[in-house]
């Protein structure tokens, strides 16, 4: 039998759909049963009432004939057979499974069940398979959530339930929820690189400020600040995705290793590099700070993530200033005097902070 949904049977063809029935619970009894079969079984239970009157009755059988004596004709061990003990090919298990509900002995004669009796009856196997296709669907539906954060001057890797992994640069959040459809996580607030586990089944997707940004396996970062938000792309491809506009499809870009999109309120400008150079640009992750051509304004809240004595820019003179460089990000006094020497900028220090004006 295939991996995919028995085909329906013709209305009133009981008998193929008593072997859609063996199909099914053959399957469910074997070693490679997955959330998928389960998915599948809940649809073909919810198609028709017969579906669900025959699986419940031949489950009623297998469980009366001790999981199969036909199973148990070649089983050498004691009691009943476990589950996934199977010495027939899976094309014959069905076979195997109705020959033996065929030879179990009668059942005792029973009174006849009256209209009202058999109504019941008939109201509980339906309600049973609701039960079921209840359970398959809660389980699809599970989410296992989790929120994570780092504070000023910390970095933090955390592994994912998903065998994903988020490396959070300081002063960050993010909130993380993984279903049996896709892996989501927030970014609140800072930057976070993420090594995503390969699930083809259940897109990687990465939500910030009306944008997302998809991958099945890779490694990228996300940094969202006050211009806008980062993507750095260091392996495999990504596809980032703007906000909806007026009901229109989503416009998206995809990003292969060595992109870096930048997203401010012009749009998105998407530039392209050597991975390694890519890679550069995370250096933030092992203490170091990398600038090409940043706006001074950006650097300043780079290096207000990991000192608690903060820099606050003093003018728009000094914000729209360009820096390039790398420098150790707990420096911001050492990168302070680099300005003054270098730039026309003047500070001015503070308990708390250091304001930094044009001169």
């Not at 002995?105 to 398979?129: F, K």
């Not at 959530?145 to 994912?160: H, I, K, P």
Request: aromatic share 6%; glycine share 10%.
């Amino acid at each position: 039998m295939s991996a995919g949904t028995p085909t329906d049977p013709a209305p009133g063809h009981a008998d193929r759909v008593e072997a859609q029935a063996a199909d099914w619970l053959a399957r469910l009894d074997g070693d490679g049963w997955s959330d998928a079969d389960a998915a599948a079984l809940a649809a073909w239970l919810e198609a028709a009432t017969a579906h669900r009157v025959a699986f419940l009755r031949l489950q009623s059988a297998w469980q009366e004939t001790g999981r199969l004596q036909a199973l148990g004709a070649g089983w050498q061990g004691q009691g009943v057979p476990p589950r996934g003990i199977w010495h027939a090919a899976p094309g014959d298990r069905r076979a195997q499974l109705l020959q033996a509900i065929a030879a179990r002995p009668p059942a005792r004669p029973r009174p006849r069940a009256t209209g009202a009796r058999w109504r019941l009856a008939t109201a509980a196997g339906i309600v049973a398979c609701a039960l079921f296709a209840g359970w398959a669907w809660r389980d699809r539906q599970h989410v296992d959530a989790a929120s994570f954060r780092t504070a000023v001057g910390e970095v933090a890797t955390q592994a994912l339930a998903d065998g994903s992994s988020a490396t959070l640069a300081g002063d960050s959040r993010i909130e993380v929820r993984l279903s049996r459809g896709e892996r989501r996580v927030d970014l609140l607030r800072g930057e976070a690189i993420f090594a995503v586990a390969k699930d083809a089944s259940r897109p990687f997707v990465v939500a910030t400020d009306g944008y997302d940004v998809v991958a099945v396996g890779t490694r990228f970062s996300v940094r969202r600040d006050e211009p806008g938000l980062r993507v750095v792309v260091t392996e495999g491809t990504v596809r980032l995705q703007s906000p909806a506009a007026g009901g229109a499809a989503r416009p998206s870009a995809l990003l292969p290793a060595g992109s870096v999109a930048l997203v401010t309120a012009d749009g998105v400008l998407v530039q392209s590099m050597a991975a390694s150079e890519a890679d550069h640009l995370l250096g933030w992750r092992d203490g170091m700070l990398a600038f090409r051509d940043t706006p001074l304004s950006q650097a300043v809240a780079e290096f207000n993530r990991y000192n608690t004595r903060q820099l606050v820019i003093g003018d728009a003179g000094v914000a729209a200033l360009r820096i390039g460089g790398n420098f150790r990000g707990d420096n911001a006094d050492g990168f302070v005097r680099l300005l003054e020497a270098g730039f026309p900028v003047r500070a001015e220090r503070q308990d708390q902070r250091i304001v930094l004006r044009s001169r």
